[in-house]
């Protein structure tokens, strides 16, 4: 008898979640459903932009978001200066597209410094920087790259790879000289120091980039007009409707089987688990600490190079990373930080809040919209989410049960 109520309450379905969804399903049919007979402008053409929309919006913030819940799921790090480094990457790829061929000095320094990256990515599959192999891939790519920033002008694709490698060297020099020092010390001398770094990177991009709107039109056919036919109503858009989200995908599944199919992902997710236990395991937790900070920031020199793409234009250096970033802190923290599904599902959810939202309570003769508000619906969605969820949508529940 004990035994079948104690299997019974384990079979207990918690229903008010999913009556929670259903209510805002009806509310949204509902919307819709009276927005089309208000006005023949909300058509169903004007919903799929909105749809298609949100997709490129919330993959974007999801590139940025696998940043922040990397670094916090190794060392329990807010990286507030992500954002900046997502800025950083916006703006090396417009400066690889638009400015080479560069003088032959110049190429040999981004030449150096992505020299470097590579050979740091290759040291931690050959285990050395000294190893002969590195050694030689590192002089190939710093002869064969100052040539050709020095000759040719770089297409887009490129100069995306080139600025991914340049933002990941970055993340691990933020690491090394910012980080490395402190990770013996308080969490809040590490927190502190963040948000110092944040504030260096975007007065350094105010004095090298530039404090002025900045046009990204690069020669791509992502961003060649795309036309959709949905019933009596026209979609104008791009074929970034299907780069942004595919390149989003791609990249996550990449990721997702490196860090679970990898001995070095593997190390990383023994390290999450328990630094000092891996550490006397024989896993070099800076190591894998500096990869953490390598990728994170390469998916967000990749999420700065598509928001660019997206919206035709970069902010200034100072402004840039700082909304999207923080947009990016709440997605992982919505779907749990530390989770890399989280940080997906989070980043899709706010996308929709800012944008779908905006769609199905626009500005008619009786109603002034959203549209104003529509920065503040992430961060309403993370104070219910803390109240209700504190370890996020998807992320392990860590509550004391006595």
């Not at 975007?202 to 056919?221: A, H």
Request: with cysteine; charged share 10%; net charge positive.
């Amino acid at each position: 008898m004990a035994v079948s109520s104690v299997s019974r309450a384990k079979r207990k379905v918690n229903w008010l979640p999913w009556l929670l969804l259903l209510g805002i399903a009806v509310i949204i049919i509902g919307r819709i459903i009276y927005l089309y007979s208000l006005d023949p402008r909300f058509n169903t053409a004007f919903f799929l932009r909105a749809f298609i929309e949100s997709v490129k919006l919330g993959s974007l913030y999801a590139l940025i978001a696998l940043g922040y819940t990397m670094v916090y799921g190794i060392i329990r790090l807010i990286n507030f200066a992500h954002g900046e480094v997502f800025m950083v990457g916006a703006f090396m790829t417009y400066f690889f597209f638009t400015f080479t061929p560069y003088p032959w000095f110049i190429s040999a320094i981004y030449a150096a410094i992505i020299a470097y990256g590579s050979m740091r990515v290759l040291e931690f599959f050959r285990g050395s920087m000294r190893d002969p192999l590195v050694l030689a891939a590192g002089g190939v790519i710093f002869i064969g790259l100052t040539v050709l920033v020095s000759s040719i002008t770089f297409p887009f694709w490129l100069a995306l790879i080139c600025s991914m490698i340049f933002t990941g060297v970055l993340g691990i020099v933020i690491d090394r000289v910012a980080y490395f020092p402190l990770r013996t010390a308080p969490r809040n001398s590490l927190l502190i120091t963040a948000i110092a770094v944040s504030f260096l990177l975007q007065n350094l991009g105010l004095l090298v980039f530039t404090n002025r709107q900045t046009p990204f039109r690069p020669d791509t056919p992502l961003i060649q007009p795309l036309q959709l036919t949905v019933g009596n109503g026209q979609v104008f858009s791009n074929w970034l409707l299907l780069a942004i989200p595919l390149i989003t995908a791609i990249l996550v599944v990449v990721l997702t089987l490196f860090v679970n199919r990898t001995r070095l992902g593997k190390a990383m997710r023994a390290s999450a688990q328990d630094a000092e236990t891996a550490q006397m395991m024989g896993v070099s937790v800076n190591k894998v600490i500096a990869t953490t900070f390598l990728l994170g920031s390469m998916l967000a020199a990749a999420g700065g190079a598509m928001w660019g793409l997206n919206f035709g234009s970069l902010n200034q250096p100072a402004i840039l990373g700082i909304l999207p970033g923080i947009k990016a802190f709440s997605a992982a923290v919505i779907g749990g930080i530390g989770s890399l599904p989280g940080a997906v599902i989070g980043a899709i959810i706010i996308g929709f809040l800012e944008n779908f939202t905006t769609a199905i309570f626009p500005k008619t003769a009786t109603f002034q919209g959203v549209t104003e508000f529509k920065d503040t619906f992430a961060f309403i969605l993370l104070i219910i989410v803390l109240l209700v969820r504190p370890s996020g949508i998807v992320g392990e529940d860590l509550s004391e049960k006595v």
